[in-house]
């Protein structure tokens, strides 16, 4: 099949790659519906993270099991499934607190950015719908494998309360979900940062209350002007540079969880400052599969409509395109049809 | 009066200074019944942490009300009374939030290794009892005051549940506090860190079901065996080092919360390794005024001892030799007796 390698900064080719098989007998196999190009694979395609050799992009996907290993139980050809950017088995310790982004087994997808892909631990990751959704749902529903877990995750590391103020660091797709997800939770103030209007506007759409276009310095004394001196109580770093992570922790009230789920590159804390300033912080990859089924049933039912965020559609084919738009910031999100 | 001014490393002076007066209007000023020595005043008394000058010290007592300011309602001349080593007005919007220990008029406790102290905003940082509580309850109602508060708050901070398993990295008064805090709040397997036989018997005692000796690499690797290869749940950092951070990253299982409450010295945190290990952190001074009441309660009640964790008795004029004891590790905690 023809699907997506990266081969160097800024070099994206839509190329012959080996068709996937089941490899193991927990494996699935599926049709993707959709995919997407995820702000984390920008990192390797701008020289920012180090790559061993060509590497098969996409994490993000949802679509249709053609074939399942022997010992796949839960999932069945035929079927719609979304699963989550950590391969997990939802078994171990870990998945069983709640952590299945660091189960004991746990991969990371990869190759998805392809018209099939091979699913790990298909029991553990995939989650099944029980009819096939109408096409138009797709795009939410795939921005449950990752972006929405993610937005949601850094909303619930945060401890978003009902009527709590929330300030979202990041209006990439990301702190957009973010915003969304505080939404849903029950946030009575969100704050998001953000300077650019389209972005602006999403963010207005998903429940934002207010916007903060000044950054560093300047957006931290804002948003503190918004929050009486007081800060947020809870705040979403959706960025992951040393800037962004500054901002978050200044804006944060004593007491206040900061979310953190930008990768972060570069990043150092002094302990002493954090101290200090006592805020909380927990991150990591996203547990999306903790959050999948809920999340998949907000879609479902049409409560929520996180597919929004895709604001450039292109055919899988033309994925280098896709990645410069993002790259050059023309587009949030871009999705690709198969 | 005579009280304990730090002139310098290692220089510690019992020596005349003022007497206490009523300087503000929310002023009072009590005579303590016993106070203490704190591990942070090791950190000046080493030389690890710079001073602008010779220091009064002491910041954990307790006693009876000998005057206030015109302004004070909640106390009054008679009544026994702690508070914490944060000084707050308990109103704030970082009180009402669950944090005096950044009230916005916080200041900290010093000057009370003497007979009398002053203490600033009297309403919102002390509490009375109802009645004059018998004298061999006076250690753990002066432990309240701080150690057992930032053990207490290690542990809430960590978010210690019924059932849970909990690593408490320092087996200073603190840590040994946070086992009691931990046992308190219903932790099934409560491990501590400890090399000293005393401090091991107690750690026993308050509720420790597990003692790992080793440090470092074998410190972790034996706390990893002892939860099956999993990690902790929770965990205490209780001395704030670069050595013992890290070993509480290392011991915490991800999606656990490390509360930490040793004052960092020399800390640094790799931001994309502790994204990558799911661990989260909340530290700081402890919202001591948060707990008093509860804990307060706790010792009139005699449910907890927590003044079994001063080893060492010394009349207040022999302070000098309290430190020392402390610095060669020779005692936990020396209560010094007005």
């Known amino acids: 099949m023809l699907a997506t ?23 699935a ?57 950590c391969i997990s088995d939802n078994t171990c310790p870990h998945c069983r607190f709640g952590f299945p982004s660091s189960c004991e087994q746990r991969e990371f997808m990869s190759g998805a950015q392809a018209p099939y892909a091979r699913i790990p631990l298909a029991d553990g990751t995939l989650v099944a719908t029980a009819e096939m959704p109408p096409d138009d749902l797709i795009p ?19 401890r978003v309360r009902p009527g709590s103020t929330v300030a979202v660091v990041g209006d990439g797709a990301v702190g957009l979900m973010g915003v969304l997800s505080a939404k849903q ?46 800060g947020a109580d809870s705040v979403l770093e959706c960025v992951g540079t040393q800037e962004s992570m500054s901002q978050a922790v200044q804006c944060a009230r004593p007491g206040a969880m900061i979310g953190y789920v930008g990768v972060p590159h570069g990043v150092q804390f002094d302990g002493q400052a954090l101290f200090f300033s006592q805020t909380g912080m927990l991150g990591g990859p996203a547990p999306v599969r903790r959050f999948l089924p809920h999340l998949m049933d ?41």
């Open 5 to 27: 390698v990266l081969h160097g900064p800024g070099d994206v080719r839509f190329e012959h790659v080996d068709d996937p098989k089941i490899v193991k007998p927990t494996d």
């Open 29 to 85: 196999v599926i049709k993707l519906s959709a995919t997407c190009i995820c702000g984390s694979d920008l990192w390797p395609y701008r020289g920012l993270q180090p790559m061993g050799g060509p590497a098969p992009m996409g994490h993000e996907y949802c679509g249709v099991v053609v074939e399942v290993g022997s010992d796949v139980r839960t999932v069945r050809p035929g079927q719609f499934v979304v699963g989550s950017f």
């Open 140 to 158: 939410s529903l795939l921005a449950t494998s990752d972006v929405l877990g993610t937005g949601w995750y850094a909303a619930d590391a945060a």
């Open 185 to 230: 939770m029950g946030a009575a103030r969100i704050i998001a940062m953000s300077r650019h209007k389209s972005r602006q506007d999403l963010a207005l759409e998903y429940g934002a209350t207010d916007i903060v276009s000044e950054r560093g310095e300047a957006g931290v004394a804002t948003i503190k002007e918004l929050t009486k001196g007081i």
């Open 298 to 338: 907000l879609v479902l039912q049409r409560k929520i409509d996180p597919g929004k965020v895709f604001d450039l559609e292109l055919p899988l084919a033309d994925v280098a395109e896709g990645y410069r738009a993002m790259d050059d910031r023309r587009a949030i999100k871009t999705l690709l049809r198969v």
